[in-house]
């Protein structure tokens, strides 16, 4: 599959950008927060929603429909997770309506529900549960509507297991190889996280959500090139870019080197008591990270006291060096009389 251009970075993708990194050592943690409220940043803020709609929505919505045509696996929803689909879809709905009056809405009617949508021009009603009703599965319908990504977790037996969802942009997995893998197998080989039980902590936790409550994380990589899809499916079309980047000139590498956050929201859902992961992905490349100082020497400390265990994990074995020198010789930072928050 071509990759998709990005948009040109704008001052507005700056200050809406979720900037991961709070200190200037980066270690795995739960890093869990409530959600729907705003985090102030240096250049601005972010996170007043769940689901955040911005300019880049038709590009990546696109993206997404082209991916799923050309690779049916990155949709899956087991059998016994059908209820949990239509939770997660009438979820998201309300979700979008509240965040986006002007432009969405939903209204029930006894057993059905009109939903209008200006920005696609969509207007149409559905019963919930009822197949017929909308055009395809609850999944895809609303997934063709957000630019997050969705894994949806059953709990049985005292485990979490990953058994439905739509993911078109994960940062070097796979979701077709997870699909009905639990959560703790999901996350066995990152390191550190098992002796330090950050693993185990973050299970108990999201086995102790309530009905309705929605807490959000980040994460975190490099990406090169802007891609969105970085997912083990396709690595031949992506894994030789960290080698031209680091083979490549330098004076490139703040174009071409991308901080890649991801805004993870964890929900219990109301009805099925299912647990929904929205996986929203942010992009931005280190010349704009680097307009941002306080960003741009946080980012150079923490690339630069990270253990090689967590880098290799990361996939920025190639590509932290070029990050590095990059942003000494071109942003001056991590130098003499530079030293960050």
């Known amino acids: 599959m071509s990759t998709p251009t990005r948009i040109e970075t704008t001052a507005e993708d700056i200050a809406r950008y979720p900037f991961p990194l709070p200190k200037r050592q980066y270690r795995y943690s739960t890093n869990v927060e409530p959600a729907r409220g705003p985090v102030e940043t240096a250049a601005g803020a972010w996170g007043q929603l769940c689901i955040d709609i911005d300019r880049h929505f038709a590009a990546e919505t696109a993206e997404r429909a082209a991916i799923l045509a050309a690779d049916p696996t990155r949709h899956a929803c087991l059998p016994h997770m059908t209820a ?37 021009g969509m207007d149409r009603s559905f019963v919930f549960g009822d197949a017929a009703s909308l055009p395809t599965d609850p999944l895809s319908f ?38 009905g893998m639990s959560f703790l ?29 929605s807490y959000r994380r980040t994460n975190w990589t490099l990406t090169v090139d802007g891609k969105l899809d970085t997912s083990t499916e396709v690595y031949p079309e992506w894994g030789r870019d960290r080698r031209t980047l680091a083979e490549g000139p330098l004076a490139e590498v703040g174009d071409r080197l991308y901080l890649r956050t991801e805004v993870q929201h964890l929900i219990r859902l109301p009805n099925s008591g299912a647990i929904m992961f929205l996986i929203r992905t942010y992009l931005l490349p280190f010349h704009a990270v680097a307009t941002v100082p306080e960003w741009g020497e946080r980012l150079h400390a923490v690339l630069a006291e990270l253990p090689d265990d967590m880098a290799d994990y990361k996939g920025l074995t190639r590509t932290r060096g070029p990050g590095l020198r990059w942003l000494s010789e071109f942003g001056g930072f991590g130098t003499a009389g530079t030293a960050g928050p």
């Open 185 to 213: 197998e999901i996350h066995g080989p990152v390191p550190r996280i098992h002796e330090e039980r950050v693993i185990t902590r973050a299970h108990d936790f999201l086995m102790r959500l309530a009905p309705g409550e």
């Open 142 to 179: 609303v997934c063709a509507q957000i630019q997050e990504d969705v894994v949806l977790l059953d709990q049985r037996d005292g485990t979490l297991f990953a058994d439905a969802g739509v993911v078109t942009f994960a940062a070097d997995w796979s979701f077709g190889f997870d699909v």
């Open 84 to 120: 949990a689909a239509w939770d997660a879809m009438l979820f998201i709905l309300r979700e979008l309506a509240e965040g986006y009056p002007d432009r969405m809405s939903l209204t029930r009617d006894g057993q059905v529900y009109h939903w209008r949508n200006a920005d696609l």
